[in-house]
């Protein structure tokens, strides 16, 4: 399979590890984008558009990132906080006074972002119509009793983060969540990154679809933990709740599923446009727009939560929103912040060495948070420092 693109001196690993992953670990078609100090310096894509079909991955080909868009609403809300507007220690009710309902009056805007909120789940889960309705997925989560206290544990809130901070974007700032990231994220910065897909990007995005992992042996064969594969296959399980709040499945691929904003799951991304985009939060690039201050930085990547995750079980590490390097989500170091999604993609910026990574597939595989093509990326990425 040939790989397509350039590497900077020094790079090369990545460009070996990505071949890798086509004649090893099932990779269909993919991107990777690597910016160091604000220059680009991995710029590789290769295998088909479409998971099921066999025109070919070009550049500005563009996928569904699901969870790693959780990373950009964060952002989102740590920018508004930056400019004054946003108070992470207020009550959520005092930005939306029907959040205060069932036991939430005590939430803290820092909680939802940290997923100490205590509402993975929908007692009554949405359809993938009544989903992309932001009023209709708002109240859901506003009427909805907690599972835990807020703030005094965590777990992944894998789908009702979308209307958590959806709605605290648009009632701050008056605007729906994907103009907002659009007009104050996207277009500053020209990260090639949509959340609400305009008819006009439609034809550049390519099919995503299930992937097996391939049957191999010693570090290429992947074996969840008993517990996990229980907690996903127990009906009743938090877990299986927090990723069922939206029934049945939305499917990736329709026109209307992308043109939705969620932002939890559904931005739509080039590998490019996630690595520019954690590049401008910790520099500038290209000489444009930094998007965080220093102090921004360090509120992303301080951590907030930590130890055994209620919803994905294994331990996780959170910060204001982003995940952080850990045994569930290893990054590039332990300084590092960013996003994977589920099954595949995986985008973080890393301040010490200056590196933003971005990385899409259109083959989601069963992993959660640490799939084996993003992880053997990350490891070239950093070879690729250090040799």
Do not use: C
């Amino acid at each position: 399979m040939d790989v397509h693109g350039t590497v900077a001196g020094g790079f090369e690993p990545v460009r070996q590890a990505f071949a890798a992953n086509f004649e090893l670990l099932g990779e269909r078609g993919a991107a990777i984008a690597v910016y160091r100090d604000g220059r680009k310096v991995v710029d590789l894509w290769g295998g088909t558009r479409d998971v099921d079909g066999s025109a070919p991955w070009v550049p500005g080909t563009a996928q569904v990132v699901r969870s790693a868009t959780k990373g950009v609403a964060a952002a989102a809300l740590l920018l508004l906080h930056q400019r004054g507007a946003l108070d992470l220690d207020a009550p959520v009710g005092a930005y939306w006074p029907e959040y205060k309902a069932a036991g939430k009056e005590r939430t803290l805007v820092r909680h939802v972002l940290a997923h100490r909120a205590g509402v993975p789940v929908l007692d009554r889960p949405l359809t993938p119509r009544e989903a992309a309705d932001p009023d209709l997925g708002a109240a859901a989560v506003a009427a909805q009793a907690p599972a835990w206290e807020p703030g005094t544990a965590h777990g992944y809130h894998a789908q009702t983060y979308s209307w958590l901070t959806g709605e605290l974007i648009r009632r701050i700032t008056g605007r729906p969540v994907g103009d907002w990231i659009a007009e104050e994220i996207a277009a500053p910065t020209g990260a090639e990154l949509w959340l609400g897909l305009p008819d006009a990007e439609q034809e550049r995005v390519g099919r995503v679809g299930p992937v097996e992992a391939p049957q191999a042996s010693g570090t290429l064969r992947t074996r969840p933990k008993r517990a996990v594969s229980e907690a996903y296959a127990d009906p009743g399980s938090l877990t299986r709740r927090a990723f069922a709040a939206i029934t049945p499945l939305p499917d990736e691929n329709a026109p209307a599923y992308r043109a939705a904003a969620l932002p939890a799951s559904n931005g739509i991304a080039t590998a490019d446009g996630l690595a520019r985009f954690y590049a401008s939060l910790i520099g500038e690039v290209d000489g444009g727009t930094r998007l965080f201050t220093p102090a921004t930085v360090e509120l992303a990547r301080a951590e907030r939560s930590a130890g055994p995750d209620r919803v994905l079980v294994v331990a996780t590490r959170f910060g204001l929103g982003h995940m952080l390097h850990g045994s569930a989500s290893p990054l590039l170091s332990p300084g590092s912040f960013g996003h994977p999604g589920r099954g595949g993609s995986l985008a973080f910026a890393d301040p010490e060495t200056g590196v933003a990574f971005g990385y899409v597939t259109n083959g989601f595989r069963k992993s959660v948070t640490a799939d084996p093509r993003a992880q053997a990326l990350v490891r070239a990425v950093r070879a690729g420092l250090t040799g």
